[in-house]
């Protein structure tokens, strides 16, 4: 039902889960971040993809692995506006780009530190925010 027809209104903070990407939030449902590291070149990356984008290894060389969680601030914005649901209740937000420890940068959110704050290169570490029933997404926070 759409929100015109009195549904409620489109989220655009959940994510399209499909077959391959289903352990990936199994386990942030669970409060673990997995990367995918390839076989072949050694290279972990982030966002989930079936193949390595290093070295373009197939599907069969790539797997899931456990992330530490651990990660530096690589840089980030604060948004003060954000008209689109659920983001408008949530402003001012840091949107963020992390380094991970594994290597890969990732984009998210930085939570539990004020704005003025925020350093680049600042430790910090993953936790994880109910998006919906079974559904959570990675931030950050400050170690």
């Not at 990936?24 to 971040?33: H, K």
């Not at 003025?116 to 959570?136: H, N, Q, V």
């Amino acid at each position: 039902m759409s929100a015109a027809a009195g549904g409620s209104a489109a989220r655009h903070d959940l994510p399209d889960v499909d077959e391959f990407t289903r352990p990936y939030w199994d386990a942030a449902a669970e409060g673990r971040l997995l990367l995918r590291r390839c076989g072949a070149c050694g290279r972990a990356h982030h966002y989930p993809r079936e193949f390595c984008p290093f070295c373009w290894a197939g599907e069969d060389r790539v797997t899931w692995e456990a992330a530490s969680g651990r990660a530096t601030l690589y840089t980030w914005s604060v948004i003060h506006r954000n008209d689109l649901p659920p983001f408008g209740a949530r402003v001012p937000y840091a949107a963020a780009v992390v380094d991970l420890a594994e290597g890969p940068r990732m984009m998210t959110e930085v939570v539990e530190c004020a704005p003025a704050d925020l350093r680049i290169g600042m430790p910090l570490e993953a936790t994880f925010r109910e998006a919906a029933p079974g559904i959570a997404v990675a931030v950050f926070r400050p170690v």
